[in-house]
């Protein structure tokens, strides 16, 4: 089992997740951040940390939000590996309510 990162993060890229993952297993991307399923451990500590509810453990995702666990899965191979916290993007709390931001998501 692995946790996913879901449309919330897409434009707000909170980090606050990263930052407790004992196994570095966040990625980023231009405006989102994903989680490589290979390198998760199930530990759940991101979920709680995440300040706009993105991170689902695959076994729970909500039925439109299944696209991600192979979205996770195919642009952690892509992007650089994150460990620390860095700002959110600056308009953030703007995005962190609108939802069907997919079409957004730049890879």
Known sequence: MTFVVT???IKCKYTDCVAV???DAFFEGPNF???DPVICIDCALCVPECPVDAI???TELPD????FLDINAQLCQQWPNITEIKDASDDA???KTV?????????
Do not use: F
């Open 21 to 23: 993952c004992p196994v």
């Open 93 to 95: 709390d703007e995005w």
């Open 33 to 35: 951040l994903v989680i």
């Open 56 to 58: 689902y453990q695959d």
């Open 64 to 67: 439109d939000q299944e696209a």
């Open 7 to 9: 449309d919330s993060c």
């Open 99 to 107: 939802v069907g931001k997919l079409p957004l998501l730049e890879k």
